[in-house]
């Protein structure tokens, strides 16, 4: 993937982007480098099923973790995990930075949280990704940890909910799914003007699928709500990286996926 942040980005940088959730890779520090800095996103929460009479919940988003220090004090080699989202883990997964020498399990540098997966059979939508806490190694730079955004709950006799924008992060849980005798699921309004629309075509279309880029501006989206016509339901949308996915609509055996995670190391 092409780096297309506007970092500042002196002659020379070394810029890795790591996705591919569920994946484990190998960061090797370049030679001559002076400073690191390092962004990481989990994965975000799946949205809930619904069933014979609810729309399920939005997932919601996962944690974002910076952090900038000098190069000479990190390691040679450093492992990355990637973030996997999941509709059956009670949470998706952290993407993390550890340190693998010397113990078997390594040491645990950095992570960003995943969002939660919004209960099975409920309309109770996701909590957000905590934010970590700084840790021996957060001590050697600056370090920053923000919690995600948590999805919004479906409903039982209407519409899907929809979700607003967050005042503390980039990236959006995931709509609530349309509950009995509603043909809406929930759309998503996610920072500086970005809209995913309501899918309105009850019963036969899923919620829509949300978004993330980093250009103009970085920001992700939500999946939005899934649909319901009668007793029919359809499958919520899927989360942009990082994102929570829509709540399924009414009797829909699936909600959304949230975006799987995404770490980016930068080094001059």
């Known amino acids: 993937m092409s780096y297309p942040i506007n970092y500042p980005t002196p002659q020379g940088a070394n810029i890795q982007i790591f996705e591919n959730g569920g994946t484990t890779s190998d960061w090797v520090k370049p030679q001559g480098a002076s400073f690191i800095f390092v962004t990481l996103i989990g994965a975000g929460g799946g949205g809930g099923n619904g069933t014979a009479a609810l729309g399920g919940g939005g997932g919601g988003s996962a944690a974002v973790t910076n952090y900038m220090g000098p190069a000479f004090l990190i390691p040679d080699v450093l492992r990355v995990y990637v973030g996997k ?16 020498q010397k113990d ?19 309309i109770t939508a996701g909590a957000a990704g905590a934010a970590s806490v700084s840790n021996y190694f ?3 730079g600056f370090f920053q940890s923000i919690a995600g955004q948590a999805g919004t709950d479906g409903n039982s006799t209407g519409a899907g909910v929809d979700q607003t924008a967050s005042a503390t992060t980039f990236l959006s849980g995931g709509a609530g799914g349309a509950g009995t005798a509603a043909t809406t699921g929930g759309g998503v309004t996610a920072n500086y003007g970005y809209v995913l629309a309501p899918t309105t075509a009850g019963g036969t279309v899923k919620g829509r699928d949300g978004l993330f880029q980093m250009q103009p501006i970085i920001v992700g989206v939500g999946g939005a709500g899934g649909t319901t016509s009668a007793t029919v339901g359809t499958a919520g949308g899927r989360g942009g990286i990082g994102c929570g996915g829509g709540g399924a609509g009414e009797d829909a055996l699936l909600g959304g996926l949230g975006g799987d995670g995404m770490v980016v190391i930068i080094t001059w």
Not at 85 to 100: E, F, G, R, W
């Open 85 to 100: 989202s999941s509709l059956t883990a009670a949470a998706a997964d952290d993407s993390t930075l550890t340190y693998q």
């Open 104 to 122: 078997g399990t390594g040491y645990l540098l950095l992570n960003a949280n995943g969002g939660v997966t919004a209960a099975a059979g409920a």
């Open 138 to 140: 957060s001590c050697m």
